[in-house]
């Protein structure tokens, strides 16, 4: 073969080699370890309330305030309860409540609505002082409209001068 020739062939045979090479691509590592599937539970703080305390917590069940006659303060014994509803509502941010004041039917209409709001007022006020979000709270008040004992007796009285906590969230 003649010299142009063996110079053609040869540079013929070396672009059809590069044009047919394959390039080869780098793989990870397989990883060959069995796996187990993992769940994520929610992140909870050892001792915070959940919902489902609402219903079974001793303390939380207790959702109705009782205030002596022409009173709109807070009776001793209710402080640990408003306590336990004041953690109940920092554990949950989304909780909200209501906060419905009530009176007996002595006094006039438009006084037992101001005594009713003054009665969610200092309930919101407790709650606040053990820490509880005034932005989770409502206060409404029907004074004398909603009694829970119709009788004119002091024991049914003493019945009707109440707050009742709501969860209107939990």
Excluded at 11 to 28: G, P, R
């Amino acid at each position: 073969m003649k010299t142009p020739t063996r110079v053609l062939l040869t540079a013929l045979l070396c672009t059809a080699a590069v044009a047919c090479s394959k390039k080869v691509k780098e793989e990870a590592p397989v990883d060959t370890t069995p796996t187990t599937p993992t769940t994520t539970q929610p992140a909870t703080t050892p001792g915070a309330y959940g919902p489902e305390d609402l219903d079974t917590d001793a303390c939380l069940r207790q959702r109705t305030v009782y205030f002596d006659f022409d009173q709109e303060s807070l009776r001793p014994e209710f402080q640990a309860a408003m306590a336990c509803h004041a953690k109940y509502l920092r554990d949950r941010p989304s909780a909200r409540i209501t906060l419905e004041g009530h009176a007996d039917e002595r006094g006039s209409r438009d006084y037992n609505l101001g005594l009713g709001e003054r009665r969610g007022n200092a309930v919101s006020s407790a709650l606040q002082a053990n820490g509880g979000s005034a932005g989770q709270q409502t206060v409404t008040s029907y004074g004398e409209e909603r009694p829970t004992c119709t009788a004119s007796s002091e024991d049914c009285w003493a019945k009707n001068r109440r707050v009742e906590i709501t969860y209107t969230a939990r």
